[in-house]
């Protein structure tokens, strides 16, 4: 309880400090954290600047749910869950416009589902324009040209910018993330080229999530991932815009693929489907658990038609679970995978917006995933969620979901053995 206040008077402390001039905290080259962010995904290109001094935009999000879930399986034990308030979770974003066409993004968790205590998610130096070194160097390329450099979250698929990252929930129409949670924070540096709707990216991470110089088994302290995305995204009239994007993450040796596990925040689902007593945090999630050498493509097709829109993850991840290390007689490490395994994951969403400025919306959305490794029985995890919300302003949004999920193909030993979890959750966030 005393950490919920301590969240509550932060939230409520930055919230005195918004200027009623709401177009005076807006920065260049900035997605809108409120109702006006939502379908945007690259942060938008604009060779206009309104640069006079350096400015510090101070916001941040609170979100709340209820939660009546309920869940079962084969018979082994599972923990007692009912009906009540989830942790209310809060980030803290500082963004600050340094120079004309370059700016710093920081969000720090105030609280989330797996740390109660403050803890920083990452942040990013964005570059739109290199007048901070010469007024007009090279604006025939950087008007279309974005470098980004940071421990950030990685910009692979399309699906990153529609989900729930701790208390930013206000661009999710669900409750829930998808099944297969593509979200990482990687040390790196990204740069994209977008012009007369085609959006290309190019990026290199260092592949971990945990930053550190210690050597492992290996002899190395890491490795690198590769991040490439194609897309077009156009709005064809006043009615209709189309989009379609692909997206590859592939890398080396690492000890660990974090491009599933990497969120700290934890799910919107708590408890389900763990043990008494557990502290997972993912609950409902799934992770491939892939390491060594990785692939992961994700195809992202989105369109939208006056209030009506569709969104589609069609994504294919394949890599090994498991290695032996061999070492030659000059001392060189070779990584030897032994278990190969490959999963896919296809969602789609349809959404209907209506009212003054789409105020309102109903929607649903179908998610599978299916897993399959060299010596064990495939599974596939399946689950629908049907939403409706209402922005009660644009900084403002309730939404309530109800969803169900269940499990194929697990062993009668697992906890997931013909496991299944539903109900209803009640979401308020407040971002700003």
Same mark, same amino acid.
């Not at 974090?258 to 489907?273: E, I, T």
């Not at 697992?414 to 966030?429: L, R």
């Given at each position: 309880?005393?950490?919920?206040?301590?969240?509550?008077?932060?939230?409520?402390?930055?919230?005195?400090?918004?200027?009623?001039?709401?177009?005076?905290?807006?920065?260049?080259?900035?997605?809108?954290?409120?109702?006006?962010?939502? @379908?945007?995904?690259? %942060?938008?290109?604009? /060779?206009?600047?309104?640069? +006079?001094?350096?400015?510090? $935009?101070? #916001?941040?999000?609170?979100?709340?749910?209820?939660?009546?879930?309920?869940?079962?399986?084969?018979?082994?034990?599972?923990?007692?869950?009912?009906?009540?308030?989830?942790?209310?979770?809060?980030?803290?974003?500082?963004?600050?416009?340094?120079?004309?066409?370059?700016?710093?993004?920081?969000?720090?968790?105030?609280?989330?589902?797996?740390?109660?205590?403050?803890?920083?998610?990452?942040?990013?130096?964005?570059?739109?324009?290199?007048?901070?070194?010469?007024?007009?160097?090279?604006?025939?390329?950087?008007?279309?040209?974005?470098?980004?450099?940071?421990?950030?979250?990685?910009?692979?698929?399309?699906?990153?910018?529609?989900?729930?990252?701790?208390?930013?929930?206000?661009?999710?129409?669900?409750?829930? @993330?998808?099944?297969? %949670?593509?979200?990482? /924070?990687?040390?790196?540096? +990204?740069?994209?080229?977008? $012009?007369? #709707?085609?959006?290309?990216?190019?990026?290199?991470?260092?592949?971990?999530?945990?930053?550190?110089?210690?050597?492992?088994?290996?002899?190395?302290?890491?490795?690198?991932?590769?991040?490439?995305?194609?897309?077009?995204?156009?709005?064809?009239?006043?009615?209709?815009?189309?989009?379609?994007?692909?997206?590859?993450?592939?890398?080396?040796?690492?000890?660990?693929?974090?491009?599933?596990?990497?969120?700290?925040?934890?799910?919107?689902?708590?408890?389900?489907?763990?043990?008494?007593?557990?502290?997972?945090?993912?609950?409902?999630?799934?992770?491939?658990?892939?390491?060594?050498?990785?692939?992961?493509?994700?195809?992202?097709?989105?369109?939208?038609?006056?209030?009506?829109?569709?969104?589609?993850?069609?994504?294919?991840?394949?890599?090994?679970?498991?290695?032996?290390?061999?070492?030659?007689?000059?001392?060189?490490?070779?990584?030897?995978?032994?278990?190969?395994?490959?999963?896919?994951?296809?969602?789609?969403?349809?959404?209907?917006?209506?009212?003054?400025?789409?105020?309102?919306?109903?929607?649903?959305?179908?998610?599978?995933?299916?897993?399959?490794?060299?010596?064990?029985?495939?599974?596939?995890?399946?689950?629908?969620?049907?939403?409706?919300?209402?922005?009660?302003?644009?900084?403002?949004?309730?939404?309530?979901?109800?969803?169900?999920?269940?499990?194929?193909?697990?062993?009668?030993?697992?906890?997931?053995?013909?496991?299944?979890?539903?109900?209803?959750?009640?979401?308020?966030?407040?971002?700003?």
């Amino acid at each position: 309880m005393k950490q919920f206040y301590t969240t509550l008077l932060v939230v409520v402390l930055a919230l005195t400090g918004i200027s009623v001039n709401a177009q005076s905290r807006d920065l260049d080259n900035y997605r809108k954290p409120d109702q006006r962010g939502i @379908n945007v995904f690259e %942060d938008p290109k604009d /060779t206009i600047s309104t640069f +006079e001094k350096i400015k510090v $935009r101070m #916001g941040g999000s609170f979100a709340l749910q209820f939660q009546g879930l309920s869940h079962e399986n084969s018979g082994v034990p599972l923990a007692q869950i009912g009906s009540n308030f989830n942790l209310p979770t809060a980030n803290l974003d500082l963004d600050v416009a340094l120079a004309p066409g370059v700016r710093m993004h920081l969000r720090t968790y105030l609280s989330s589902r797996h740390h109660p205590e403050p803890y920083v998610k990452g942040g990013f130096f964005q570059i739109d324009a290199l007048d901070f070194i010469k007024e007009g160097l090279l604006d025939n390329v950087m008007k279309y040209t974005t470098i980004r450099i940071g421990q950030m979250e990685n910009n692979y698929g399309d699906a990153h910018f529609r989900r729930t990252d701790n208390a930013q929930a206000i661009y999710n129409p669900f409750v829930g @993330n998808l099944i297969m %949670d593509s979200f990482t /924070t990687e040390i790196g540096a +990204e740069l994209y080229y977008q $012009r007369n #709707g085609f959006i290309s990216m190019v990026g290199f991470t260092n592949g971990k999530l945990n930053q550190s110089v210690v050597e492992g088994s290996n002899g190395k302290t890491g490795g690198a991932s590769f991040l490439a995305k194609l897309g077009y995204d156009k709005q064809i009239n006043t009615d209709l815009r189309v989009r379609l994007t692909g997206s590859l993450y592939n890398t080396g040796y690492i000890p660990s693929l974090y491009l599933y596990s990497a969120d700290r925040a934890g799910s919107r689902y708590y408890n389900v489907l763990e043990a008494p007593g557990s502290t997972g945090f993912r609950s409902g999630r799934f992770n491939p658990s892939f390491k060594n050498s990785v692939t992961a493509i994700m195809i992202n097709p989105f369109v939208k038609y006056r209030g009506l829109e569709f969104f589609g993850t069609i994504e294919n991840t394949s890599g090994s679970t498991n290695s032996t290390t061999t070492t030659d007689d000059e001392g060189n490490v070779t990584v030897i995978p032994t278990k190969d395994g490959k999963t896919q994951q296809y969602a789609g969403e349809l959404i209907y917006r209506f009212g003054q400025n789409e105020k309102f919306y109903v929607g649903g959305r179908y998610n599978v995933v299916y897993s399959q490794y060299d010596d064990t029985d495939d599974i596939d995890i399946s689950r629908f969620q049907a939403s409706a919300g209402w922005f009660m302003t644009k900084n403002i949004l309730t939404k309530v979901e109800y969803v169900t999920q269940s499990y194929n193909g697990y062993p009668e030993t697992s906890i997931y053995n013909d496991g299944k979890f539903n109900g209803f959750m009640f979401e308020a966030v407040i971002s700003f």
